[in-house]
């Protein structure tokens, strides 16, 4: 199997792919049409990145089954033209959590003790005591967190460590977690920002959530509050943003921005960072020894599963419920042929098979087939795939809720 990395992966990464008997291909800079030409030339299985864009055309252009995000999220990824082809697309959730949770608590100290500003002073050789010395301390401060996955959480138990109250917003958050968390759940994101003196984000980025963070939400936090924004750019309207930081002294700590360079290096353009009162890192959330070494492990872990069984971990784009309403149910003897001529019988009435498993007996002498179709076989049509073979034993219809 041929393992085709198109981004930095670490040492014990790639000597664990090897160990798990894949051919290694690794170019770390490829991107754009060199990457899809390497895809095509190489005849890679399976592709691994990180922040690397992978196209629709670079989906088509060789013989891919797999792409691994080293990483969390896959909004590099193009999943739609993915699961047009079959293509498996995972990734490493939670893998880089402390780390994401970590810079988080730092961007917040550093807007508390005006550290960035206070060092950028030090270096021109500027002594301001004064000015620097007024904070107001994270103690006894309601922190909002908006997002309750694996990041989340991480944050959410470093909160307790600072005696900070927790109010949290979450879709998919019960009660009965939240009670478990020791935090307060609200049902909106303009709730939280309105119930907490800073708001950190940590949302996956999807359709439902981008611009999730708007006018609605700066206007309800509170004058001078901190917004701290670890997940992805897009989450938030930076207009809105920009506007909350001139008009009511929000302060913003930020690891994530519209327009930041592509590769390791280039010019920063966002106005944001002009503004008194905002800080921000260099999109570095995950990158710490310890995330990497995680996500590579992770990433060979995947790979591993799949070539072992044809089937990877943590995949994304698998149909929550297809357009399947009934499933058919062949009782069968163990014998050759007898799904080919299941199959055959189905074809000739029209129907389209979205799901089946075929589960074998001890001994190995009878199975039964269970068939997922899109419409509900005729009379006719279960007596063709009774007849279809002597060895069919019994045949079933069970309607899918």
């Known amino acids: 199997m041929k393992v085709l990395v ?13 160990e798990a008997g894949c051919e290694v291909l690794y170019d770390p800079d490829l991107n754009g049409d060199a990457l899809t030409k390497a895809i095509d030339a190489s005849g890679a299985d399976a592709l ?50 402390i780390a994401v949770a970590e810079l988080a608590f730092g961007l917040m100290l550093a807007l508390d003790r005006h550290l960035v500003d206070g060092a950028v002073d030090l270096r021109a050789g500027k002594w301001n005591k004064k000015v620097y010395s007024k904070a107001r301390g994270l103690f006894g401060r309601t922190l909002g967190v908006l997002g309750v996955g694996r990041i989340g959480q991480e944050v959410i138990a470093r909160a307790k460590a600072f005696g900070m109250p927790v109010v949290a917003c979450c879709r998919d958050l019960t009660e009965a977690q939240a009670e478990e968390l020791g935090i307060r759940k609200v049902a909106t994101a303009t709730e939280l920002a309105a119930n907490c003196d800073i708001l950190s984000v940590h949302l996956a980025l999807v359709a439902a959530t981008r611009g999730t963070v708007g006018d609605g939400v700066f206007a309800s936090m ?28 929000i302060r913003a700590g930020l690891d994530v921005f519209v327009g930041e360079p ?24 995950a990158s710490t020894d310890q995330a990497q070494e995680a996500t590579a492990a992770e990433t060979v872990r995947i790979v591993r599963l799949y070539k072992d069984t044809g089937r990877p971990p943590n995949v994304v784009n698998l149909a929550k419920k297809t357009p399947a309403t009934h499933m058919l149910v062949v009782r069968h003897l163990d014998r050759v ?18 799901e089946t498993e075929n589960i074998v007996f001890e001994g190995a002498h009878a199975a039964v087939a269970r068939i997922h179709l899109d419409h509900a076989p005729k009379p006719a049509d279960l007596e063709a795939v009774r007849t279809c073979s002597p060895h069919v034993l019994d045949v079933a219809v069970v309607a899918l809720a």
């Open 262 to 285: 592509e590769g390791g290096t280039g010019a920063v353009e966002s106005p944001l960072f002009k503004l008194p009162g905002v800080i921000g890192s260099h999109h570095i959330g």
């Open 337 to 354: 042929g007898v799904l080919a001529g299941v199959f055959d019988a189905l074809q000739r009435a029209g129907m389209n098979v979205q």
């Open 48 to 97: 691994v990145v990180r922040s690397t864009q992978v196209t629709r055309p670079m989906l088509e252009a060789g013989r891919l089954a797999l792409v691994v995000r080293a990483g969390a999220g896959t909004n590099t990824i193009d999943v739609k033209a993915a699961s047009e082809r079959g293509i498996w697309v995972a990734n490493c959730p939670g893998k880089n959590g």
């Open 222 to 249: 509170r004058p001078g509050a901190y917004f701290i924004n670890t997940s992805r750019a897009e989450i938030v309207d930076e207009a809105a943003l920009e506007r909350a930081v001139r008009e009511r002294g």
């Open 6 to 18: 198109a981004d930095k992966l670490e040492d014990s990464g790639r000597r664990g792919l090897a």
